[in-house]
């Protein structure tokens, strides 16, 4: 009947619009990160590209917002890294793919790596007579990495690690899955991430999200291990006081003061 022949059109093209999520597990993502960074040490892996596959499972970026960093986007202070543009396909500078700009986190070991990696950049630009150097990524020629290669030397390093076949895009899956499985929120997986709407970030990586067991309901039981500033185990101060103004809690200004005036009206009428 035609209309199944349609329903299984839908179904087909629904399969074909969902990614194949495939992260490393952690073993695997530790065999990499050991392997990546021996070849690395002994010189057999350009800087550029040892670097940029070391940072995307530990930030999380698409590999073309990866290609597009510039040594400013870094701020070591902050330890954050900027996002503002990706790389297309033809090697052209562009927005990001939601064409919004967003900061992510960077650990003490990502830092340091990037630290090392602009101390490399610039004498390399010095020792070939490059002008002050802009990308945090460069190739041989100074120019941004091409995805081609970097998924070269990406299957390098795992058949030297010999794990299986990944792509250079499970690495920013890695990094999603392996922190929402330890219970990292997901809305600030998701604003790493830079996912317009965490709803994005659930539909792809929810079953990396544990379940769990409690009952979280018993939390509101009568003399739990918690309680509310203010309650018979902690006495409210002046700052928690205010703090529950300000988040629209009981106060005498806006709840008891309308309801005693109604009252004295009602006795004196």
């Not at 009947?1 to 059109?9: A, G, L, T």
């Not at 990944?166 to 830079?194: C, E, I, K, M, N």
Request: glycine letters at 6%.
């Amino acid at each position: 009947m035609p209309w199944n022949r349609k329903e299984e059109k839908n179904k087909s093209t629904h399969a074909n619009t969902t990614p194949d999520i495939k992260p490393l597990l952690w073993d695997q993502i530790a065999i990499f990160n050991s392997t990546l960074a021996g070849l690395a040490a002994e010189g057999l892996l350009y800087p550029s590209y040892a670097a940029v596959l070391a940072m995307l499972p530990k930030t999380g970026l698409r590999p073309s917002e990866a290609y597009a960093l510039r040594i400013g986007d870094i701020d070591f202070q902050s330890r954050k890294v900027r996002v503002e543009r990706a790389l297309s396909l033809n090697g052209k500078i562009k927005g990001t793919k939601t064409e919004e700009t967003r900061d992510v986190d960077l650990n003490r070991e990502m830092l340091s790596m990037l630290d090392q990696q602009v101390t490399w950049v610039r004498t390399e630009a010095i020792a070939k007579g490059w002008p002050e150097p802009l990308l945090l990524f460069p190739n041989d020629l100074g120019l941004p990495l091409d995805d081609r290669n970097v998924r070269k030397v990406f299957q390098r390093v795992l058949i030297k690690a010999k794990l299986p076949t990944f792509r250079v895009y499970d690495l920013r899956h890695t990094y999603a899955s392996l922190l929402l499985s330890q219970g990292v929120p997901l809305l600030y997986v998701s604003q790493q991430l830079g996912h317009s709407k965490p709803t994005t970030t659930l539909k792809y990586y929810a079953h990396w999200i544990p379940k769990g067991g409690e009952n979280y309901v018993e939390m509101l039981s009568v003399g739990n291990s918690w309680h509310q500033a203010g309650t018979k185990e902690e006495p409210a101060t002046a700052e928690t006081s205010e703090t529950i103004e300000k988040s629209g809690g009981p106060c005498r200004d806006r709840t008891y003061g309308p309801l005693i005036k109604s009252q004295l009206l009602y006795q004196l009428s």
